[in-house]
């Protein structure tokens, strides 16, 4: 309850149950609803306090703490915060797979390309077969032009380890338009796109589209992500790059 009162604009309601679970009932489970509906407020630094509250006697303890404190920055557009808050506790955490992946997708966020690609060669050192590894990196170098090769190789394990899964076969796909291969990006993406209607691989797909002569397909498929996805920044940036009005078709 306390969660769709939230989530309907009603953080004070919710605030207000709350209040009234009984101590020792999942008191995790609380804090962290408790810092959610502060974060919707834009009480930020009590959101933060709160989840500060989570245990941490154990070095697991203390590394979800901090991947939960990461996760509301990240949901509440604050990149920046998350991505510092990680590296801060990189040191302690280096050895864990999940936090220095984390760690990597956070600094990617708030716009240190290099600092991600350098987490994830560094991940890929010691776990050479995590597939989400190989993939992010993959896609990174592919989305910047650089080294395909190498991206082709990172991917193409990443969906032998993974296959089938979604984001890679969009991976795979965003190669093959960086590389010229307009059909096969077609295919793939179309592939992807089928098996997950996410934002990011919609607005692959319909930007490869775009330069595969289909116009019509790609300005509709497009904006009606951008209905579904209002404010999701990929989509808002492929609009700008193609100069379709996303905003004229919001009034509509």
């Known amino acids: 309850m306390a969660s769709a009162a ?3 604009g009603d953080p004070a309601t919710a605030l207000a149950w709350l209040q009234q679970v009984a101590p020792g009932v999942d008191d995790d489970a609380v804090r962290e609803a408790r810092a959610h509906v502060y974060a919707r407020q834009g009480r930020m630094d009590e959101a933060q306090r709160v989840l500060r509250e989570l245990p941490a006697t154990t070095a697991a303890q ?4 901090l991947l939960a404190r990461a996760a509301l920055y990240e949901e509440f557009s604050r990149s920046h915060e998350a991505w510092t808050l990680l590296r801060d ?5 280096s050895d864990n797979a999940v936090y220095v992946y984390q760690t990597a997708m956070a600094a990617q966020r708030s716009g240190d390309s290099a600092a991600m690609e350098r987490l994830l060669r560094r991940l890929l050192k010691s776990h050479p077969d995590d597939a989400q590894a190989l993939n992010a990196l993959g896609y990174t170098l592919a989305d910047s032009g650089r080294e395909l090769p190498e991206a082709r190789r990172l991917i193409e394990r990443a969906l032998q380890l993974d296959p089938g899964n979604p984001f890679i076969v969009d991976s795979l796909g965003w190669l093959e338009f960086r590389s010229g291969d307009l059909p096969r990006a077609v295919q793939l993406l179309e592939q992807a796109w089928a098996a997950r209607p996410d934002p990011e691989i919609g607005a692959h797909l319909g930007e490869v589209l775009w330069h595969a002569g289909d116009r019509d397909r790609a300005r509709t498929l497009l904006l009606q992500v951008h209905r579904r996805a209002a404010h999701d920044a990929m989509i808002d940036a492929t609009l700008e790059r193609l100069g379709i009005d996303g905003a004229a078709d919001a009034k509509h």
Do not use: I, M, V
Request: proline letters at 0%.
């Open 89 to 93: 506790g990189l040191k302690a955490n």
């Open 6 to 8: 939230s989530k309907l």
């Open 62 to 65: 203390r590394r979800a703490r």
